[in-house]
């Protein structure tokens, strides 16, 4: 699977989380619960100040690598975190190296195969904040295009 690199710069997320596991497929049933949970309260029009539209699920807070307990924040990039509602969560995914993986395809089971791919073939992860970007192209869910954003040593 091929990737980009690039530097990104600091930004700010605002939106709802879990603390999971990939152990025994939790991370699934707990990121597939925080997708019904985002759609189902309107969490986006909570949201105030957003950039864009487009949806970040954030992988963040991880104990030790993909094989421990990890923090998932679902929400939309806000110019600062001075404006968070109750029940809303707000972090900062710091500037980084990532290398940024695309996937396309049916919805969730192409950004699947992205992760599967990287947790058996990433070397240089630094785990801090990995983050996938749902924007204009993943609305259709049956031919989404996805990017992920893994965190790397330089």
């Not at 309107?42 to 539209?53: E, L, M, R, T, Y």
């Not at 690598?65 to 710091?94: A, M, Q, R």
Request: aromatic letters at 12%; glycine letters at 6%.
């Amino acid at each position: 699977m091929q990737f980009e690199t690039s530097a990104q710069d600091e930004f700010y997320i605002v939106g709802i989380s879990v603390r999971t596991t990939n152990a025994n497929g939790q991370a699934q049933v707990d990121i597939g619960a925080l997708w019904s949970r985002f759609f189902s309260q309107n969490v986006i029009s909570q949201i105030p100040d957003k950039v864009n539209n487009d949806l970040y699920c954030v992988y963040t807070e991880y104990e030790s690598d993909y094989t421990g307990p990890y923090t998932t924040v679902l929400g939309c990039k806000v110019p600062s975190l001075t404006n968070i509602p109750d029940g809303l969560t707000g972090i900062t995914i710091p500037a980084a190296n990532y290398q940024i993986y695309t996937s396309q395809g049916k919805l969730p089971d192409c950004v699947g195969q992205t992760w599967h791919y990287i947790w058996q073939n990433a070397q240089t992860r630094k785990y801090t904040a990995d983050f996938d970007v749902y924007g204009p192209d993943a609305q259709n869910p049956e031919a989404a295009t996805v990017k992920t954003y893994l965190s790397v040593t330089a």
